[in-house]
């Protein structure tokens, strides 16, 4: 097996990993809660529409959503139930979006992960591209690292973009979020069968898994297992612990030596990326024919009684997480749907999960309070931390500067596009300038400038 022990990308920060929460806690299943809401937005793209009205029976695993645009995913139920209403409902990104509101069936039992089904036995033969692709779509799965893009849109074969090689993400470099590396070590022989299959779909002979190097028993369980493949060009990549390794642009230019051009995805240069996760529900969809309606979720931090990681079925609200997890230390202050560098604060504890929540981060008023009045906003200094930290290699004193003054044609010439938001120049910035709000607040303007041309 070749491996490069400190495989990684320019620029990158190392922020406080805080896995110590929750990393030695196993998967643990939560009980069926009484009501869920199902957002039809879960995932970039076209929004679905209901498939359900109020008052209808639905069982677990039921399509209740759709699109027919070609980037979007289905959404099932995860639940028996009725239908009580199909509302706005709040949206950890969107602020509030449509939702199906389910009361869930009573005596209704909790669905259970499926990795004691797969072993080193498997092998995707019987399966051909046309079916996986289309197991694929009609799961309703997206990529689960964060972003939620459409895997059926990623994987299928496309004549005039050819796939070289699949990598797969098992970074997961967000501080404090732990619930990759538990599958990992939990559910080895699931994802490695997804991803076979994602290989196979794709019709990539290639394979290159990059896990961090700060997670060895996830690198050595993997590195056994993928002895078993010998239909695959297949190999573990120790990558370097930074943030954000994980970054699909970011891995593949540490796993595979190029870079994506801006503006651009993966498939340009010969490339597909998914997160492990993805692969789990993968396998999930095309070998039992099950949708994507539960996933892991890493519960965590020094303000929840219970940290851990559960699997929870997509619709549960963070209070119901919340509940079941013991509730909240009287420091607690503040609820980070993700991990601190990119995921969102909320303020509804209603907010359901989605299929891309990979973690739920809560706060002390201490760690809050540190944050917004020790480190109070000064000036720029043109100190140029920001540019080195950059994994994109833009200048996002120079965007946001433009998107401070309104000058949004400015901060497009700058690459503000490019942007992946992943918040190392606010991190770094000694000034303690908020650089990555200014630039999302910028593309939400230039979005609404368009929408209304």
């Not at 930290?389 to 200048?395: G, K, T």
């Not at 497009?412 to 999302?440: D, N």
Request: charged share 20%; hydrophobic share 40%.
């Amino acid at each position: 097996m070749e491996t490069r022990a400190k495989a990684t990308f320019p620029g990158g920060v190392h922020p406080p990993e805080g896995k110590q929460y929750s990393q030695d806690r196993p998967i643990e299943v939560v009980p069926t809660p009484k009501q869920v809401t199902v957002l039809l937005s879960q995932h970039l793209g076209a929004p679905c529409k209901a498939l359900v009205n109020k008052k209808d029976a639905v069982k677990a695993g039921q399509k209740i959503g759709s699109s027919d645009a070609f980037v979007s995913a289905a959404i099932h139920s995860p639940v028996d139930g009725t239908v009580k209403d199909i509302v706005l409902a709040p949206h950890p990104v969107l602020g509030r979006t449509m939702g199906v509101v389910i009361d869930t069936a009573p005596q209704s039992e909790p669905k259970k992960p499926c990795a004691d089904k797969f072993d080193l036995k498997f092998s995707p033969e019987q399966w051909p591209t046309e079916k996986i692709c289309q197991a694929i779509k009609e799961a309703g799965i997206v990529g689960m690292g964060g972003a939620g893009f459409p895997a059926r849109v990623k994987i299928e074969p496309n004549p005039a973009m050819p796939k070289e090689v699949l990598i797969v993400n098992g970074c997961e470099c967000e501080p404090f979020l732990t619930c990759d590396y538990r599958m990992m070590l939990e559910w080895t022989w699931q994802i490695l069968a997804g991803i076979r299959l994602a290989a196979k779909a794709s019709d990539v002979e290639k394979v290159r898994i990059g896990i961090e190097d700060n997670k060895p028993e996830a690198i050595e369980i993997f590195s056994q297992a993928i002895q078993s493949c010998t239909d695959l060009d297949i190999q573990v990549v120790p990558v370097k612990t930074k943030y954000p390794q994980g970054g699909e642009r970011q891995l593949i230019q540490a796993i595979w030596n190029k870079t994506v051009p801006t503006n651009n995805i993966p498939p340009t240069i010969g490339v597909v990326v998914i997160n492990v996760a993805t692969a789990a529900a993968i396998a999930e969809a095309v070998v039992l024919g099950q949708p994507l309606t539960h996933r892991v979720v890493s519960v965590t931090g020094r303000a929840i009684a219970k940290p851990g990681n559960y699997y929870c079925p997509v619709g549960m609200s963070v209070q119901e997480v919340i509940n079941h997890c013991g509730g909240l230390n009287e420091s607690a202050a503040k609820v980070v749907m993700g991990g601190p560098m990119m995921g969102f604060a909320i303020a509804d504890l209603s907010t359901p999960l989605t299929k891309t929540s990979g973690g739920l981060t809560f706060l002390t008023r201490a760690e809050v309070t540190e944050a917004k009045f020790k480190h109070q906003q000064t000036a720029c200094i043109r100190c140029g931390r920001c540019l080195s930290a950059c994994p994109e290699n833009l200048n996002p004193t120079r965007i946001a500067h433009a998107v401070k003054h309104n000058n949004l044609d400015l901060a497009q010439q700058y690459f503000m596009s490019g942007c992946i938001e992943c918040g190392a120049c606010s991190y770094v910035c000694p000034a303690h300038i908020e650089l990555t709000g200014y630039i999302k607040t910028g593309k939400l303007l230039v979005a609404r400038t368009k929408k209304k041309a």
